[in-house]
C-alpha cells in the first residue's frame, strides 16, 4: 500500500510531527509502542495505532459505580483484582485499542468470528493484493493428530516434511502467478475484475486490517487464542498481544494472568470429588462420577497441565 | 462522590500534571474540552474524559479498504462525504468518545436503549444518591399534545403551570425525604438496605455514567436524539453533543449534518410522485397513492419542516 | 392495556385458533408454559410468548462445525457438556426465546444492563401506567449490612419494618396521585404531557417489556442474575427463569448446572495453595500469598458456601 | 457430512416425524419452506432451517410500546409501514430466521462482516472439505471496470473468457489436488494436520454455516447486499433470501420494499437543489454547488437508475 497514511512497507506512519500534549490519559510504555511493528509469522506483523485509557481509567470507572467512599478501602491494584474476580467487566470496557495487523487470511477467519470489534480490512475487491503468503517454518510442520481431531500431533521430519513444504509453497506460489494472470497486465486485453480474480488466491495470502477493540473484549479474545488450544498461527499474535497488555494496563493484566490465565474452573462434580480428597479420600475415576474426558481435564487441571 | 478521580463536586479531575506528551492522533480543540462541564438542563452536565482518533482517523483506516493510488483520488473531505453518503459506516468506527453524563433518570431510560456502548452508571445498590431531581423551566413546561399521543401540546401557563411545578418539585422533595428516612441516620436503628430505599426515588432524581461508543453509534444516537420530535429532556443531552462533535472531527460532523440530520428519505411511492411533479403534473394527495400521514409528511419533507 | 395482541389484564393471547403444525424443532414442555404467566413478585409476572430451537438444535450446530462422522463419537448430551465446558458458545446461541415480563422500574434498569438482547418496552410517553408499584414482603425487607456495602443485613422488624413499609406504600401511593393530578381528568383543563408527567412515578412503579435473547446470553444472565449475590428482586425473575429453560432444554440445563451455576473458579494463587494441600499441607492465609478477601472467598468456595 | 442432522447430501432433515402442533406463531408459507435447499450458483444453496414470528409478531411488540388504544388509530399493515418509514426497528428485532448457507469463502468473508448474527460455521479444523469450488458461469466473467475500481465492466468473450475459467478451474483442482495430498491418505504415512492443510485451499472454495440473525438486522443484510452496488455472488444469495422474507413477513416485506429498497435519500443540498426545480428553476452541477460523483448521483435518483 502507498496511501497517503501509510509508509512505503504498507504500515500506517505516525510521524513525529503528530507528537503533541494531551491531557488524555497516556501510558508512556504504549507510547513508545506506537507504529512499531511487531513481526507475527513469516510476513506478518501487529502494531499499535491508537489507545485509550489506562489502569487508572478501569478505577475511575469502578469507583462511579461505588460512589462514595471506596477511596480508602482497597487500593487500585486491589480494585481492579476484585473486579476481574467477580466478573464486573463494564470496568474494563473503558479502554480500548487500536491495532493494525497484517495476517494469513485463514487466520483473518478465526479472528473475525470475535464480533464485537471494529474492523476495517484491506480489500481485494478495490485493490491488489501483494504476493505474501504463509509457509509454516519446519517446526511448526505438525502433522495431523491421532487422537485428538483437533489437535496436531508430532512434527513431520524428512521427506514427508520437505514434500509438504514444497507442495505447500509451489502451490500458493501457482495462485499467485494465476492471479496475476487474471487481473491481465494493464494492457490492451481486459483484465478480469478484481473482485473475482481474487478467489485465486489461497487461504495463506496475506492479508491487513484495523481492529479496534475494548480491554473487556481482548481479554475474552485473549483468553481464547492465547490457549495452548488455540491453533499456532494464530496464538502467535494473541501472544504478541499479550505483551502490549503487560505494558498498557499491568495491573489489569496481573490480575487477568491470575483470574483467566492461570486459573481453573471446576464443575459442580469436581468440587464434589475436590472435597472428598481433601478430607483424605483417595478419588478414582470409577468413584468419581466423571465421564473419562471430565476426569482426564480435572488430573490434568490439578497438576498444573494443559489436557 | 469524593473518590479518587472524582473532584468535590463529583467530577473527574482531568489534572495538570496528567498531561504530557503522546504520539496518538489529537483534537486540539478537544483537548480543550477535556474535563469540562457543559451543564444541561438544571443539574445535569456532559463531560468529555477521553477520545480517540480524529478525521485523519477515519481515512486513514477507509485507506486501509480501498488500498493502493486512492491518495490522488479525492480529498480527505471529500472521502468522509463519500463514505458517509454511501453508508460506509466502518471507518467512522475507528473513532472512539468516552464521556461523564449526569442525567435525569428518565432520559437514561431512553438513552441506554442505545445498546452499542459502555456503559458505567452510578450504583444506588452501594452509594446514595445526592438530593436532586428535574424540575422543568416554565416554558418547557407543556401540555399533552390533543393530535399525536407522543408529542407536547403548548405550553402550561398561569395557575395550571404553577400548580404542576408545585406538585412536581413537593413531591420530589417529599420522595427524597423519605428516600433518607429509610436509610436511617447512622445512628442504632438500621436502616433498610440502599438496594431497597432506592425504589422510593422518583424518575425525576438525577443519576450520572460514564458512557463510551464509537464515532458511527454516535451519529446514529444523534439521529434519533437530536431530531426535533425527540423528547426535549434528552435532545439538550444531543446538542451539546453535536457541538462536541462539530470540534472533534469537523469533516465528519459536515457530511453527518448534510447527508443525515438535515437529508430527507423518500420512499417508492413519494419517487414516483416527485418525479410526477418535476415533470409539472400538479400531484393530490388523492391522486397520489399515498396515506394521508405519508402524503402529510412528504409535504413536510419537501417544505424543510418538521412532520 | 387493550390492544389487539392483549387481553384484559394486559397480557398477550396466545389463542388456541393459533394453534397449528409446524415442521420447525418444538419443546412440549414449552408448548404447555406458552402464553401462561408466572407470577413474580407482588404485581410482576414472566410468561414465554415464543421460542426457537431446542437440545437437539445445539447438537445439530455443533455437528456443522465437527462434520463428518462426530455421530458415534459422543452421544448429544455429552457433546452439549463438552461445549459447555470448553466455552464453545456459539451453538447455544442458535436458541432464541421471548418473554413478556412485568417487573418494577428499578429492576428494568438493572436488567437492561445486558445489551445481547431484543427489548420493546411499554413507553409511558405514549400511554398512562397502571396504578401498581413493589412493595416488599415483609420477610425481605433487610437492613443495609454493616459489612457489605452493597448486600443486605438482617431482616427489619417490629415497629422498624412497619415504618419502612408504610412509608414506602404511602409515598408511591402520593407519586401516583401525583401522577394523575399531572395528567388531569380529560376535561377542559390540559393535562402535562405524559412524557413529562411520568417522571413523577417512583423507581418502584411497575413497567413492561418483550425481551428475547439467545440461549447463551440467557445464560450469562442467569449466571449473574440466579447467583445468591444478586439482588432478590431481580434474582426471583431469574430463578422463575431457570424453570422455563429446564423444561426447554434439559441437557443444556444440566450441563449449565454443573459447569456454570456450581462450579468454582479457582486462581492461579488459589490452585497453587490447593495443590500444596492436596499433598498434605496445612495452608493458612498467611503462607497463602492470598488478600483475606480472596481468602475468604477461597474457603467458601471450598466448604460450597456463597462468601 | 453425514451426521446426525444431515443428511447425505450434507443438508439438515427436517424430517416428518418432528411436524407436530404448536400454539407459537406459525407462517404457512416458511413451514412449505422450511429444510427446502433453494440453490444459488453452482453448487451453493441456501434454506430455511427455522423462523420465530410473523407480521403479528412485529405488530404485537410495536402495542407494547404503544399500550392502551391504538388499536383503533391504523390497521397491522399501516402501523408496521409506519414503524419503517420512523426507523422504529426494534419491533422488527422480535422476529428471528435460522438458516443453512453454503458459499464460496470469498463470499462467506464478505457476509461475515454483518456481526450482529450468530453463526455456526464447518470447522476445515476438525474436518475435510469436499471437493466444491465455485466457477463464474460465462455470463458473469466481468472484467474490471476502467471507471470504478469496485466495479465491472464488459463481459469477457472468447479466448479472454475461456483462459480465464480455464486457469480459475484448473488452478483450484490443483489447489485440492494438493490438499488431498497434504492430508494424506490414512496409511502409514503422517498427513499434515487439518488446520494447515486447509491453507492450501483457494477462496473458491465452498465452505457451509447456520446463520441466525433477527429481521432488522436481515433488512439491512439485505439493503446493502441485494442492491445493485453488491457483488453478483453475495447479491444472488441476498435475493434468494429476499423472496424467503417476502413468504415469511408480507407486510414488512411491501414496508420494506417502499421504504428502503426503492426509497431515496437526498442530502441537505440536494434537497435545497429539488426545492428550486420544483419551482421551476432549471438547475445545473455548476449552479447545484454539488460536486460530480454528488450531482451524478442526484440526477441518477431522480430518473430512478443506479448511479
Redo the contacts between chains.
Sequence with gaps: ??????DERGQ?E?A?E?????????A?AM?AR??AAIPVLDHGFLRVV????DD??I?????????????SARD?A?LI??LM?H?HS??F??C?I?L?VKL???V??QW??H??A??????A????LDREF?T?APEH?????ASN??????V?AGD?AEA?LR??RD??T??FD?YE????DGGD????????A???????AYT???W?T?LHNLFHFLR?RADPHA?YEIRVYAEALCEVVRDWVPAAWAAF???R???????????AC??R??AGEAVTQDSSGM?A??WR?FQA??A?RAA
Tied chains: 1, 2, 3, 4.
Design positions: 500500500m502507498d496511501g497517503n497514511a501509510l500506517p505516525i513525529p503528530n507528537a503533541g500534549e494531551t491531557r488524555r490519559a497516556t508512556p507510547e506506537l507504529g491508537d489507545y485509550m485509557g487508572a481509567a478505577v475511575q470507572a469502578a469507583r462511579v459505580s461505588y460512589g462514595r467512599g471506596t477511596k487500585d486491589g483484582r476484585y474476580r466478573w463494564t470496568p470496557e473503558m480500548e487500536k493494525h494469513p487470511i485463514f483473518a477467519r473475525i468470528r464480533r464485537t471494529n474492523v476495517n480490512e484491506y480489500s475487491r478495490y485493490s491488489i504463509y509454516p510442520l505438525a502433522a495431523q493428530s481431531r483437533q489437535g496436531r500431533g508430532a513431520l514427508d509438504a507442495l505447500l502451490e500458493a501457482r495462485d494465476a494472470r487474471l487481473l491481465g486485453r481486459p483484465g478480469l475484475a478484481r473482485e473475482l481474487r478467489m485465486a488466491l489461497p487461504l495463506s491487513q486490517w484495523y479496534k475494548d481464547l491453533q494472568e491470575d483470574y490465565l492461570n486459573a481453573e474452573t471446576f464443575s459442580g462434580p469436581a468440587m475436590l472435597r480428597m481433601l465421564s474426558g471430565e481435564e487441571a490439578l498444573g
